[in-house]
């Protein structure tokens, strides 16, 4: 059992009715009735697309032992809880319930080491490095992690929930679409060591401009209480912005300093595609993530463990034992070698895997597919016209648009003689061209942000 019905309907201050045990608990929780199972709890949440409400009485079907609902909506339940012997929780608002209850459950952990990360890039694999370093250090417990990308004001509550007695060490990123997010993140997590990757362009359009951005992802400090400590990037413009005002001990981490030491006893050695072979503490070895932007994220997770205490051997080991991810620098063979890097894309990431791809040594064609960067706002079209310029100075010998928004890219390139092919919308059409296009031995970059699903140029039949 999570908690009793008790411990939930203190931790969010709901009116309570049961049509059942009123001295039960739940052992789950799910925001989708399509996950509800025998003992779950139902928290229906109201979205821009679908309304939770809506599925309440499937959830309760399913198993569902209890349901967190909208006082305003409540009465239409009753009935359907009676008859299911279930429990109603009435709030205000279900979305700052499931947070609440979320927080409220950490803390039956106090000895659990809560690791926040956030940023505007890199946050999902800095946590995927960190979380492997610590599963490779001896005499530490199970480490848990948000699973993919539940990162969010919903995903990272539902990850809390799978913290069990088991654990010592939860490693859990936080990302943000809208102002304010990180704050309540951070009321949930109440993270022990805080890290910011980087500030930059991402979900710009959602808060106005960079400072703004830099605002929201200082809060995962926010809860700090002077025992805390935050990791800040020595290498971002907003070094002193971030570490001013920290209620604890705060520590600059470089980009690469504990990677490529003055004495050599720490050196990188690239290999293109297949990553870097990392000399650490006199020992080789081979940290698969291709791109000097994974050596950055590396650097992130390394001053991580550092902090927390992590050995040098588990260090090394973690760091071999980490794979690409879907989308984030993943490498596809076949008759073409792809560099999928096309999970989300900003102004930042995007000069980074342009730049990765054209240092790489490559005997065959080079050819860049870049899709749209969304959630920029206002300032979409001067990102794109970087993106552009970056673009026309690069190594690609052809150069493939997606997306409304990449036009003026389009008109850049074209402008200045680079061989380009444009697509607005129609995701076939490319598809189409790119597959005649292609012959063996051509390396393909793809990247762009998720709405435009790159990815099935590889998979598409």
Known sequence: MLMTFAELQASIGALFYSGGNSAGGFSACCVDSREARAGSLFFALEGERQDGHCFVNAAFTAGAVGAVVSQKKAS????YADGCNAALFIVDDTLKALQSAAGAYLEKFPNLLKIGITGSSGKTTT???TASIFVCEKGRGKVIMNRGNLNSETGLPLSVFEVGPEHEVGVFEMGMNRKGEIAELARVLKPNIALITNIGGAHIGNLGDKNAVAVEKKNIFSQFTGKETALVPNFDEYRDFLMEGVNGKVVFYEAYSELMKEDMSSRIIDRGLDGYDIIWN???VRFKLPGRHNVKNAAAAIAIAKEAGASDESIGRGIEKVTPLFGRGQVVYGDVTAFND?????????SAAIDFCDTLAWDGRKIYVIGSMLELGKEAESAHEKVGAVLNDSAADFVYLFGKETEIIARILEKNGKKTFFFTENMQELTEAFKSFTQFGDLVLLKGSRGC???RLLYNK
Do not use: V
């Not at 239409?76 to 009935?79: E, H, I, R, S």
């Open 76 to 79: 239409a339940f009753l009935p």
């Open 127 to 129: 946590k995927e490095i």
């Open 453 to 455: 699903a790159l990815e």
């Open 282 to 284: 006199g020992n080789q």
């Open 342 to 350: 096309c999970y989300n894309a900003n102004p930042e990431s995007m």
